[in-house]
Every structure is written in structure tokens, then in C-alpha cells.
């Protein structure tokens, strides 16, 4: 059985970048058709997709945070991470890793697999 | 961007059928699915592609997805069914609801 674990900082300078690693086990992270999402939640408040990684490497991400997102996948550590630039106070919440299945010719299966979550904190 | 919109909270008794609604432009054109999640947990999939249930989902619950609007319905609500529900939909990306809050009581 799949299992994802997010692990990185919980305490991050304003200004500065928010990276994180999600790691993949009881599975090979490029075996299958699946996307790797990040999800956000600051504390509260609703569900925000961050962005995703299929297993080829093409990335999706979300319009309003585009231009301050990367995610990468590194197969061999069978993980995947975050990197989001130039972090507020409204980059403070709980980060979700998630996988996203898909067959072989549509990804419209929901997130089956999620992450227990880490709280980040963006403050000086 | 799109939007989709749900009711903040739904109240229902114990026994009784809890229906939330995800509404959206032409949502019907695209699949949507369901997550609940409880407090300090991590959401779960309960309903995807409109009214698929994943293995180990009861049959309670149930979804239907037509026009402008998705229906999560869950029959014979149970107090372990408390939680927030978001909606999902694929659209030029990945878009959640807003949540809603389910009361059994």
C-alpha cells in the first residue's frame, strides 16, 4: 500500500523559499500513471491545489501561484518536491502531498492517496 | 478562473439523507469528485469521476453530477459522516470547493 510523507521546515523566513519533499513508499513513484500533487491549507480554510508531476515530468500548476512554483521529481529517492519563492504570511498553512490516479488515457480518478500533512509557518 | 461554489454548512439528523451541492459553470461537462475530511485529518476520496465510490467507501454514499450542478448525498447520516466535504473539478487545473461543513445532530 502506497504511503506519502511530507518532510521540510516548519518555520520559514518571509521573503524567503519554501521547500519541501514528499516521500513515496510501498511504491515506485515512476511505475504506473499517476500525478504527484501539493496541496495547501492555511488553517481554517478551504483546500488550494498547488501544482502536480506525472511520472514523465510534466508539470500543472495553479494560475495564481504559477509564477513562484517549481515542483520536481527525483525517482531515484522516489520523491518529489516544492519549492514556492518569495513566501508571505499568506503562504502559512498545512502542505498536503497527494496522488492523483489516472489510466492510460485520462487522469479523472481523484486523489486517492494523501499525505498527513506539515504545517508551515512563513514568519520572521 | 473557474469557481466552484458550495454551501458553508448542511445540517442533517441522524438517519435522514444530507445532500451537498457543488455548483459551477457547465460543471456537468466535467468530472468532479468528493473528499471529506475530518478534523485534523488528511482529506479522503469519497466519490470520483461524478458517483463512483473507491474500494471501502459505504454505499451511503452517493454522487450525481448534471447542468451546473454536483450532488454529494449521503443516506442514513451517521455521527461518524461529520466532517468538511470539498468538491473537486478539473478544468485548465485542478480546482477545489470552497468546503462545506456537514452537522450530524
Known amino acids: 500500500q502506497v504511503q506519502l510523507q511530507e518532510s521540510g521546515p516548519g518555520l520559514v523566513k518571509p521573503s524567503q523559499t519554501l521547500s519541501l519533499t514528499c516521500t513515496v513508499s510501498?511504491?515506485?513513484?515512476?511505475?504506473?500513471?499517476?500525478?504527484w500533487s501539493w496541496i495547501r491549507q492555511p488553517a481554517g480554510k478551504g483546500l488550494e491545489w498547488i501544482g502536480r508531476?506525472?511520472?514523465?515530468?510534466?508539470?500543472n500548476y495553479n494560475p495564481s501561484l504559477r509564477s513562484r512554483v517549481t515542483i520536481s521529481v527525483d525517482t531515484s529517492k522516489n520523491q518529489f518536491s516544492l519549492n514556492l519563492n518569495s513566501v508571505t504570511a499568506a503562504d502559512t498553512a498545512v502542505y498536503y502531498c497527494?496522488?492523483?490516479?489516472?489510466?492510460?488515457?485520462?487522469?479523472?480518478?481523484?486523489?486517492?492517496?494523501w499525505g498527513q500533512g506539515t504545517t508551515v509557518i512563513v514568519s520572521s | 478562473s473557474y469557481e466552484l461554489a458550495q454551501p458553508p454548512s448542511v445540517s442533517v439528523s441522524p438517519g435522514q439523507t444530507a445532500s451537498i451541492t457543488c455548483s459551477g459553470d457547465?460543471?456537468?461537462?466535467?468530472?468532479v469528485c468528493w473528499y471529506q475530511q475530518k478534523p485534523g485529518q488528511s482529506p479522503v476520496l469519497v466519490i470520483y469521476?461524478?458517483?463512483k465510490r473507491p474500494s471501502g467507501i459505504p454505499e451511503r454514499f452517493s454522487g450525481a453530477n448534471s447542468g451546473n450542478t454536483a450532488t454529494l448525498t449521503i443516506n442514513g447520516s451517521q455521527a461518524m459522516d461529520e466532517a468538511d466535504y470539498y468538491c473537486?473539478?478539473?478544468?485548465?487545473?485542478?480546482?477545489f470547493g470552497g468546503g462545506t461543513k456537514l452537522t450530524v445532530l
Open positions: 497527494a496522488r492523483e490516479n489516472c489510466s492510460s488515457t485520462s487522469c479523472y480518478y481523484g486523489m486517492d492517496v
Open positions: 510501498g511504491g515506485s513513484i515512476s511505475s504506473g500513471s499517476y500525478y
Open positions: 508531476i506525472y511520472t514523465s515530468g510534466s508539470t
Open positions: 457547465r460543471l456537468g461537462d466535467k468530472f
Open positions: 469521476q461524478d458517483s
Open positions: 473537486q473539478a478539473w478544468d485548465s487545473s485542478i480546482v
